[in-house]
């Protein structure tokens, strides 16, 4: 997974300085992430590695998928990673480039992980708190784990607010044994 994405990274950055120069990161954005849904595709994985299968072969098949959405210059950003051997790390460099792009566009994407569902009150109020705090437009994803017992834990990015019971309930049992 690491060295997926030390692969990957140089790859996003160039094709996200590309779209950025040209104000087209919405359409790269939709043509990396067609190009990757084909390629995670099990009858086109395959032919990845295939020695019989030339690196023209691969940008045919992929262009011929993904259609429109890729464009003259994403089309030639895929014939470069095709050129390279680096088509297996496609869906990788679409998740980094979406997130350059989201970071770019000033959106943050926060996983909110609760012991009980939360409802629609709780989940606007958390998204306007944590955009004042993140000073970014917050994208909330929604997770339950009733082991958790009470509370919640947030994450974004690298930063992590682990408010829950659970973790209460550990701190409290290590220092009473301290």
Known sequence: MAADKTVSRPYAKAAFEEAAAGQRLAEWSRGLAAAAAVVRDARVEPLLGNPRVTPAQLVELIAGIAGPELGKPGRNFIAMLAENRRLGYLPEIA????????????????????????DETQRRALTETLARRLQRRVRLHCETEPALIGGAVLRAGDLVIDGSLRTRLARMAYELTV
């Not at 970071?103 to 569902?117: F, H, K, L, N, R």
């Open 95 to 118: 998740a980094l480039f979406n997130e350059l792009k989201d970071q770019a566009d000033g959106i943050a994407d926060v996983t909110v992980t609760s012991a009980v569902p939360l």
